[in-house]
């Protein structure tokens, strides 16, 4: 089960780095924890690349996020993004 | 949770609707007796249809989607971030899965006037919008020296897909016909919006540009409609938007009448029941081999302002003229540069502002769109069909390519 979480994570941030245009900090970019980041402040993501991301994860995790969960403001937070892909997952 | 219920539940927040319309009484059915509400109103009543909780909230925090309106008087719809995400959300989807393009894949497009906010922004020629996703030029500017000079933004930029209006790749495709070019190869796909487009000349579009083209069918209001998938249906989009239609006619499994849509997604500026004032065909319950299951629209006839009813009832669009006259662009060079439509006493008449350099062409300006404009239409023989080539049309500020006068 750990496996499976740590491989997710690893997927999650592959998508993630996808729409990432500005030069990362190493530190992030090779950081094993990503848990404080926000995808704005840290990664210069805008609306328009977290639609594409939102739609690349939906792909890779073959489930569809509801209107209900979906928002912007919390899920630059990529703890938070973390917790609604497992949530959302787990539904499917 | 059910479509009323949702729509209930916009509108309950806005006193528009709480103050003039029971939606209790309102039946969401698909063939409906009345719309309840007109381009008028939004324009009339915005402040009063705007969700209360954010009046008094600070209005920047909302996204505005806006157009000039087709009387010219501005047209405002406020979004919340999260709403407007959602509201694009399926069509990007879609984009992907059918065509392999995603917001964040190099676009080109051509505009006409550009906003930041509610502030029309100072003219462009060329631009790069979303922070250099999109490269979008002037629809203003399409001589052939205005496009050699995007030709070359075009190749340096290496777009994955275009996002253009039919008019828009008739005229490009003339001009790479005199050129002697061909696309990038980084250019997978083209979408064509804003305009309708029959399938013939689409087809000719996808034989001379050798990519992938869909429709897409949308307003600024309520964002995407319908979309046409790799078999050629268009498909109702109803995930984003409720599609009724009034003054309707069953015409053997296919419902023909004016649109009337509901946004699902706007909870800030609700859009119930909005008779935008296009008219189409629409099939129900159709298989499609591309996995989606639903109503497709087979043909859009084109906003009722930008129609003429003729005396043997034929109803002519916008839309039919503009195609004929970018046909006779794309096989002659370009000759004609404006255009507009009337009709009295049984004679339909095309007036159309023609090149200088095209002049000694004129009888066969004439003869070959007059040719074109009955073949399409399949007008009878007491409508006369009169081209008159005139000195100049004045130019309308939201650049669209046609225009339909009303004579009295």
């Given amino acids: 089960m750990e496996q499976l979480v740590a491989n997710k994570e690893d997927v999650l941030w592959r998508l993630v780095l996808r729409y990432v245009e500005r030069d990362l900090d190493e530190s992030i970019l090779f950081s094993k924890n990503h848990e404080g980041l926000n995808l704005v402040e840290d990664l210069g993501y805008d609306s328009v690349s977290f639609v594409s991301l939102i739609v690349d994860i939906e792909d890779e995790f073959g489930f569809t996020f509801s209107d209900e969960i979906l928002s912007f403001e919390k899920m630059i937070n990529y703890a938070e993004l973390t917790r609604v892909i497992e949530r959302e997952g787990e539904v499917v | ?408």
């Fill in chain 2, 1 to 408: 949770m059910s479509i009323k219920k949702k729509l209930m539940e916009f509108a309950n927040d806005s006193l528009f609707y709480s103050e003039n319309i029971d939606l209790k009484e309102y039946e969401f059915h698909k063939k409906v007796e009345r719309s309840l509400i007109k381009k008028n109103d939004l324009q009339k009543h915005k402040s009063k249809i705007l969700n209360k909780n954010y009046v008094y909230q600070d209005i920047n925090s909302l996204v505005i989607s806006r157009t000039s309106g087709s009387s010219g008087e501005p047209l405002e719809v406020y979004w919340t971030l999260d709403d407007y995400i959602k509201s694009n959300l399926c069509l990007w989807r879609l984009r992907k899965q059918y065509y392999g393009v995603d917001s964040n894949s190099a676009c080109v497009c051509f505009h006409a006037i550009l906003y930041n906010k509610s502030i029309p922004m100072e003219p462009k020629k060329i631009v790069y919008l979303n922070g250099g996703t999109i490269l979008s030029f002037s629809k203003f500017y399409l001589e052939d020296a205005d496009l050699d000079e995007y030709w070359n933004y075009i190749e340096k930029y290496q777009p994955k897909w275009m996002l253009i209006q039919p008019s828009v790749a008739y005229r490009l495709k003339a001009y790479m016909e005199k050129k002697n070019l061909r696309l990038p190869n980084s250019i997978r796909y083209i979408e064509l919006n804003g305009e309708q487009i029959n399938s013939t000349d689409e087809k000719l579009l996808k034989d001379f540009f050798h990519v992938l083209i869909a429709n897409m069918y949308g307003c600024n209001e309520v964002n995407a409609i319908a979309y046409e998938c790799p078999c050629g249906n268009m498909h109702i989009l109803d995930e984003n938007v409720f599609v009724q239609l009034v003054n309707y006619e069953d015409r053997g499994g296919e419902i023909e009448g004016d649109i009337v849509l509901s946004s699902l997604k706007n909870s800030a500026f609700p859009i119930i029941g909005y008779e935008i004032g296009d008219r189409v065909v629409i099939r129900n319950h159709v298989d499609c081999d591309c996995g989606k299951h639903g109503d497709v629209i087979t043909k859009i006839k084109g906003r009722s302002s930008d129609m003429l009813q003729l005396s043997d009832n034929t109803i002519v669009s916008s839309f039919e003229i503009t195609y004929c006259v970018e046909y006779i662009n794309s096989i002659m060079g370009n000759p004609i540069k404006r255009y507009t439509v009337s009709e009295k006493d049984n004679k339909l008449s095309i007036h159309v502002f023609v090149e200088d350099r095209f002049i000694r062409w004129n009888e066969s300006i004439k003869r070959e769109l007059s040719d074109k404009i009955c073949e399409m239409l399949q007008l009878t023989n007491e409508i006369d069909v009169v081209v008159n080539l005139i000195s100049d049309i004045r130019v309308a500020r939201n650049g669209k390519a046609n225009y339909i006068e009303k004579v009295n």
